[in-house]
């Protein structure tokens, strides 16, 4: 093991050597620099981390060449890497482990495996997992972590923001959580910045659209068209078509399932996925309730209406799941991914474009505020965790105050007219 005084004489005068060999330093333990038998050079420094003794492996990493850093340069890197060591840090880990997750790829496979996917339901994980693969990766993903920016996360926003407001602050909210989880389990080095802080959100207004009465029939209409002849439609006239169906052949036809899904999400006021992923044990026909296992707010019994049980009833049981997908019935059965066909077909023969089917919901609590159903009535309907939530359905209560208003009014203007 030789040991010198490391400085540019002493460097450069280096004897060479058949197998790699460490000089280490007279005066800095722990510091040397590395010698292999093509000549190659590199400074080092040495550690045993956490409380050291003989029983603890050496550590060694490399801090540069003489080719990059002067003698003196190495020496203080290595005083200050050697001071953070007497402090608990292992530097070696933490570059080793930065290394594993260099691009934001590879931290997005971190993040999933190790985070979302153990950690979070099914919704989260879906609608997350859209997030990564259509925003995140194609924006930043072969980008080294650490070289994100805040302009990057920024940009990202803003241009996501020009069609979509919400995903486009959904979006910097997980690269926030996915930077911060990160720096957490130390695949990030420690210091580094998280690029979403500090990124100010789009303004969210409060979508409420509520289907009206005249609506609701044409659904009802277009919805019992599409499931039983089928729904026309047209070729795109801004697209090229070579092999359009004849005229008589242009129609979309709706299956039992989806079909029956659409009108039990209009009268239950359940979420798309609380209707896509309900099982037949989860329905006790009996006491005509749905027992889900897992909603967005935890477990929750729905109580359903006549019209509800007479749909379930008459749905065929294919497999596990009330709503058959196209695995229905096989071995590796999955829930149905989601009604947008359909859906979108449906609600334009309605002429209720703008209507989404999450608005199916706020229809169901719509209609019971306009009954005067009271809103702890509707907010259980509806599961909903917190009163404020169901608060949003307030105005559209009849106000017991107007009504006495019309009741005074009206007898007064009955009196001034002599009736």
């Known amino acids: 093991m030789p040991i010198l005084k490391l400085g540019r004489r002493a460097v450069t005068g280096l004897p060479s050597v058949t197998k790699t060999t460490i000089f280490y330093d007279s005066d800095l333990t ?40 002067s003698p003196e340069k190495a020496r203080e890197a290595a005083e200050t890497l050697l001071a953070k060591v007497k402090l608990g840090a292992d530097p070696a880990a933490e570059r080793g482990t930065a290394r594993k997750a260099e691009t934001v790829d590879e931290l997005l496979d ?9 950690k979070r339901k099914a919704g989260t994980i879906r609608l997350n997992g859209g ?78 659209r509520y289907l009206t009465g005249e609506e609701l ?20 006239p801004t697209k090229k078509t070579k092999h359009a169906p004849k005229p008589e052949n242009r129609l979309t036809k709706v299956d039992q399932h989806a079909a029956a899904a659409l009108r039990l999400l ?11 992923d309900l099982r037949w044990k989860e329905y006790d026909a009996g006491r005509g309730l749905l027992f889900l296992p897992d909603s967005k707010t935890g477990q929750k019994t729905v109580v359903l209406s006549a019209p509800a049980i007479a749909i379930l009833d008459a749905l065929p049981r294919i497999g596990v799941y009330v709503i058959a997908g196209e695995s229905a019935g096989t071995k590796d059965e999955t829930p149905r991914f989601d009604l947008n ?29 306009g009954s005067d159903l009271g809103l702890p009535i509707i907010g259980r309907l509806l599961g909903h965790s917190q009163a404020s939530t169901t608060a949003r359905y307030a105005h559209i209560a009849v106000d017991p105050a107007k009504r006495a208003a019309d009741l005074i009014a009206g007898k007064i203007a009955a009196a001034l007219s002599g009736k």
């Open 341 to 369: 066909r359909p859906w979108r077909a449906v609600r334009k023969r309605a002429g209720i474009d703008d209507v989404r089917i999450h608005d199916l919901r706020h229809s169901f609590a719509s209609v019971g505020a």
């Open 30 to 69: 722990g510091f040397g620099v590395k010698a292999t038998a093509n000549g190659a050079l590199s400074w080092i420094v040495e550690y045993r981390p956490g409380e050291g003794g003989r029983r603890v492996s050496k550590r060694r990493m490399v801090i540069g060449t003489p080719a990059t850093l």
């Open 217 to 236: 029939q044409r659904l009802g209409d277009a919805l019992r068209e599409a499931e039983t002849v089928g729904i026309p439609w047209e070729p795109d």
């Open 110 to 118: 971190a993040f999933t495996t190790k985070h979302l996917e153990p």
């Open 131 to 208: 997030y990564i693969k259509n925003h995140i990766r194609p924006a930043l993903g072969r980008k080294k972590a650490t070289a994100v920016t805040h302009s990057d996360v920024s940009r990202l926003h803003n241009r996501i923001g020009e069609t979509h407001k919400v995903a486009a602050n959904r979006v910097v909210a997980l690269i926030g959580t996915i930077w911060a989880f990160g720096l957490r389990e130390k695949i990030l080095p420690k210091g580094a910045e998280n690029p979403a802080v500090g990124i100010e959100h789009f303004d969210e207004k409060q979508r409420q």
């Open 266 to 276: 209009l009268f239950t006021g359940a979420r798309l996925r609380e209707i896509l």
